[in-house]
């Protein structure tokens, strides 16, 4: 699979993601929903997050490294914005739950900073 096709397979995946949870948004009541509603609801903006963000890195990325690079960086891109995008849920889901605080925010960012130090460390070993 090429890079383009790749991108552009992901940006469909995405938009059927953000589609979905404009969808939820319109059609769940949150007062009334259940557990599963929130669970649609955190899933579909999840998607579509990282979909963005796994976009955006790989579009920088790929003006950087050469064709040969191209594979590790693509990698890395979506590693990253699965991570951003959890971040990003969890700082919303703690906000929802009135949790959240800039101590909470500062200690996920530095959970978040270790895993990813973690992964560029392992990949330099091998």
């Known amino acids: 699979m090429s890079l383009r096709q790749y991108l552009i397979a992901l940006a469909l995946g995405t938009a059927i993601s953000i589609s979905s949870w404009c969808i ?3 059609s769940i009541d949150p007062a009334t929903a259940g ?5 649609v609801f955190y899933l579909t903006l999840g998607a579509g997050i990282a ?15 050469t064709d040969d690079d191209i594979h590790s960086a693509v990698a890395r ?12 849920l969890g700082c919303l889901y703690l906000l929802s ?4 605080s800039f101590g909470t925010m500062m200690l996920m960012i530095v959970l978040i900073g270790l895993v ?3 992964m560029l460390s392992i990949r330099k070993e091998a």
């Not at 557990?35 to 669970?39: I, Q, T």
């Not at 891109?77 to 990003?88: D, V």
């Not at 739950?97 to 959240?100: A, E, I, T, W």
């Open 24 to 26: 939820v948004m319109i």
């Open 35 to 39: 557990s599963l509603a929130f669970f």
């Open 97 to 100: 739950r009135d949790l959240f």
């Open 51 to 65: 979909g963005i963000f796994t976009i955006g890195g790989t579009m920088i990325r790929a003006r950087k490294y």
């Open 77 to 88: 891109s979506f590693r990253q914005g699965i991570m951003l995008s959890g971040l990003f």
């Open 116 to 118: 990813e130090f973690l």
